[in-house]
């Protein structure tokens, strides 16, 4: 600084001059207390890296494409059913009667620049917005993230999924073309299949008979305004909560369960974060510019009479169609009430009885393992078999019902009789899933084993070695110590064993059947697990290795073979493996 | 009048129980329902005096090709269990010929739910002859002439509305074909020629239901042809068409291209921090 500061100089004291940068900030400062904002939010906070939890930031950066699509959509459509004649640059469809949101659709596609762009990438975003939530939910189920103390956010982003979904729903009905006014048949088809009120509901929801006229206007309030200011609030509590728990990390050496290791937020993460969005719009913008989504076009307005052959949802609603493809007809008529199991059991008791168990999954799971400490570090997945098996059987089960809900389609490109999958998949979803249950399970438990092996007899080296009698064996060395901590780095199960039998007077414990169910499951979930060695059993590991060693040493092999010639612990240069004949 | 009436009624309703009566109303229900026929019958039926030798052709081309499923005579084979093995081609007209033979679906290659479209076995000659054989056994629908004189956007937009109403629920929106009970299947309409697909709507080959030009008139099944043509010659407006199937190939589109590349992106990222810009051979 030129102007440094005197105490008795014969001028007063003048304050240097700041760049024009630090006075912006210095300004904002004093208006916004931006200084004790980033005191308490610091923006040192440090993010550990690793590619699984970039992830959710793959639906946090298509949410806001959506958004901003979303906003330049709504400059053009009009959410209305009231009936224009098409005037607009579509030949095929000039001067025919539709609803002015299937008009104005159209108007967006071909008569607003770059409209037909941001439709379609709109489009796009939103299949990638649920698709990432989906990703984002799995890897936090299998590396046991949603463990205490994240329970709660685990259920919000149950809520986020699901709101994604109805969000989903309600933008795929809004042009009021054939497919979405099909889908509304069918969502039509689900009210009335409640029981007793289901004719009301649908009255109430349509404003009449279906399809009525008001149903478009409800549909875009809830899809411009509701669900998207929930989602929003949902998002900004799920990021609270995962600034405030701090975020999960793997296990390794300096990591524990008090600290996180990784980047700091400002700068490295924020350039990362902010890069990803980039990257993210930019897929979606090559995707939107290059592949054709809902081409409404082709679809013509919606009529009541009228079908298409593949008429499907978009891909989130695919297991709710399934569920509804493969249910048998059943139907009841009691007191003059025609009950609807074919859709009432796939269309509402399904999806809901699904949506259940994934937001109650977390406190089962607590339940059961009576696990109630906290958790920061990650588990490897197979070190929690039984949960990894059952999200294996999930996704089978999932993965059955798109099939099942592309039936239809699966049938004309594998040429594979419709009738066939209905029947298969009928069967399927009972059996498969249980099969890839066990299937997982077993893998699970033998890479625990694999690990274990690791740990105490080292890893391959692929080294043959030919005993003086003449047997082979293959050569293990040990494993790096980091590579050991990281494999030892998780807790033993233990089995929760049950208040059993009955106290000093005879008297059953309380809740004993509870209590017993729930012991029986602990030993289901836990029982087969391999748990990692004890240090005794490592210790013994290792001097085995050593005597081993030794042994050939004092047997006096001609030359130095126990293999470390490849891992770079000693010189090759002396060694010599060829045949001394 | 009704004096008249009444005494004609009167006389006729005391001759009812006559017993030449029956007879006699009998043969004028058969002159009138002979009569009507021949007024209304198609009138393709006519055969020109050249038309003897194609028939002759056809008829020896039948026989090689066609009989062992068809029957000598095209009456048909019937299997022991009383089902079809060839149906009877009586009637059925030089359309069906021509659009069953002209677009490869006959002869079959093998026994099947559905005989599927290929590059066809007999050259154009060939099918006419075979054509004018069948139709000779026979009245059927001839092959239309679809000579288009004038069609403007009005035709074309009228033929997508037919074309929705009657057509997408088995063929899809885009004409890309659909499935249909037991292995059987719409096919797909596009590079479908003007001519067979009006054949097709007018015998109904296989599933397709037949649409007469009492349901779909000549002008209509035209304007159909039109809005398809118009669609095939329109540019794909949002890129690759993935299909034009719906919204299965664009939600696996959507996780293998999209999710795909942004999981591919994020390793990327994250495998690319400022740790690991250390050298090879660096102290750990």
């Known amino acids: ?581 | 009048m009704r004096l008249i009436t009444r005494k004609i009624s009167a006389r006729l309703s005391t001759r009812r129980r006559s017993r030449y009566a029956a007879p006699a109303v009998l043969v004028a229900a058969l002159l009138a329902a002979g009569g009507l026929y021949v007024a209304l019958s198609p009138a393709d039926a006519t055969n020109k005096a050249d038309d003897a030798s194609m028939i002759a052709k056809g008829r020896s081309l039948f026989q090689v090709g066609c009989s062992s499923c068809h029957g000598q005579n095209a009456e048909g084979i019937v299997t022991k269990r009383g089902k079809q093995y060839g149906p009877s081609l009586v009637g059925v007209g030089a359309a069906a010929v021509d659009f069953q033979v002209g677009t490869g679906r006959m002869p079959m290659a093998q026994p099947g739910v559905q005989a599927a479209r290929k590059k066809p076995v007999y050259n154009q000659d060939e099918i006419d002859a075979l054509g004018a054989y069948v139709q000779s056994l026979g009245p059927g629908p001839a092959v239309p002439d679809i000579t288009q004189s004038d069609i403007d956007n009005a035709d074309v937009v009228k033929g997508g509305q037919f074309f929705r109403t009657n057509c997408t629920a088995c063929h899809n929106f885009a004409g890309s074909g659909g499935a249909l009970p037991g292995g059987k299947h719409a096919p797909s309409l596009r590079g479908v020629s003007a001519k067979h697909l009006y054949e097709a709507m007018l015998t109904g080959p296989q599933q397709m239901p037949v649409f007469s030009d009492g349901v779909l008139s000549p002008q209509d099944k035209k304007d159909i042809i039109a809005y398809l043509k118009k669609n095939e010659a329109t540019p794909s407006y949002g890129g690759f068409t993935l299909g034009s199937i719906g919204p299965v190939s664009e939600g696996l589109f959507a996780w293998i291209v999209g999710i795909g590349s942004l999981v591919g992106i994020g390793i990327w990222l994250t495998s690319s921090s400022t740790r690991s810009t250390k050298k090879k051979g660096d102290a750990a």
């Open chain 1, 1 to 581: 600084m030129s102007t440094s500061i005197t105490t008795n100089g014969t001028k007063s004291a003048t304050v240097a001059k700041g760049n024009k940068a630090g006075d912006a900030a210095t300004w904002a400062d004093e208006r916004l207390g931006l200084a004790k904002a980033n005191k308490l939010m610091s923006l040192r906070k440090v993010f550990p890296d690793h590619w699984s939890f970039m992830l959710g930031e793959i639906a946090l950066w298509s949410f806001v494409i959506l958004l901003l699509t979303g906003v330049f959509l709504t400059l053009w459509f009009k959410p209305s059913m009231g009936e224009v004649s098409y005037q607009g640059s579509y030949d095929q469809l000039r001067g025919i009667q539709m609803s002015e949101a299937y008009a104005s659709t159209l108007h967006i596609s071909f008569d607003v620049r770059a409209g037909l762009l941001m439709r379609q990438m709109h489009h796009w975003a939103a299949m990638l917005f649920i698709a990432a939530m989906l990703v984002h939910m799995m890897r936090t189920f299998l590396t046991g993230a949603f463990r205490k103390p994240r329970e709660l956010n685990w259920v919000i982003g149950g809520l986020l999924l699901l709101l994604g979904i109805l969000e989903g729903f309600a933008g795929y009905s809004l042009p009021d073309d054939l497919l979405s006014g099909t889908g509304l048949r069918i969502a039509d088809g689900l009210v009335k299949a409640t029981p007793v009120l289901g004719s009301y509901m649908s009255f109430f929801m349509f404003g009449g008979e279906f399809p009525g006229d008001v149903i478009i206007p409800r549909l875009y309030i809830a899809h411009v305004l509701l669900i998207p200011g929930l989602l929003l609030a949902l998002i900004g509590a799920h990021m609270l909560l995962l600034v405030y728990h701090k975020h999960t990390q793997w296990p390794g050496p300096g990591r524990t369960e008090n600290n996180v290791v990784g980047e700091p937020l400002m700068p490295i993460y924020m350039a990362k974060a902010g890069g990803f969005f980039f990257m993210v719009f930019g897929v979606v913008a090559l995707m939107g510019g290059l592949m054709t989504i809902n081409p409404v076009w082709r679809f013509g307005p919606y009529n009541p009479a009228e079908v298409t052959a593949g008429s499907q949802p978009d891909w989130y609603m695919g297991i709710a169609e399934g569920l509804l493809r493969i249910m048998p007809g059943w139907e009841t008529h009691i007191f003059g009430i025609t009950m609807s199991w074919n859709i009432f059991l796939p269309g509402q008791i399904g999806p809901i009885a699904l949506f259940a168990i994934v937001l109650a999954y977390p406190f089962l799971e607590q339940w059961i393992t009576g696990d109630k400490s906290e958790h920061h570090l990650l588990q490897r997945p197979r070190n929690a078999p039984t949960r990894t098996a059952f999200l294996a059987a999930m996704i089978t089960l999932y993965g059955l019902l798109w099939a099942a809900g592309g039936n239809d389609i699966l049938a004309t490109q594998f040429h594979v009789s419709l009738n066939a999958i209905t029947y298969f998949m009928r069967g399927a979803i009972f059996v498969v899933p249980v099969i890839a249950f066990i299937l997982a399970k077993r893998w699970c438990i033998s890479l625990q084993r694999h690990d274990n092996d690791k740990l105490l007899h080292g890893y391959e080296t692929g080294i043959i070695m030919r005993s003086p009698e003449g047997g082979y064996s293959e050569r293990h060395l040990p494993i790096a110590d980091a590579r050991a901590y990281k494999l030892t780095a998780r807790e033993r199960d233990e089995v929760y064993q049950g208040v059993n039998g009955t106290d000093a007077n005879g008297v059953d414990a309380p809740n004993a059947r509870v209590d017993g169910l729930r012991a029986r499951l602990s030993r289901a979930w836990f029982a087969t697990n391999v748990q990692k060695p004890t240090v005794a059993e490592l210790e013994e590991g290792h001097h085995h290795a050593e005597a081993e060693l030794e042994y050939e040493h004092a047997a006096g092999l001609d030359h130095q073979a126990d293999g470390h010639q490849y891992d770079g612990r000693h010189d090759v240069a002396g060694d010599d493996l060829t045949h001394k004949h």
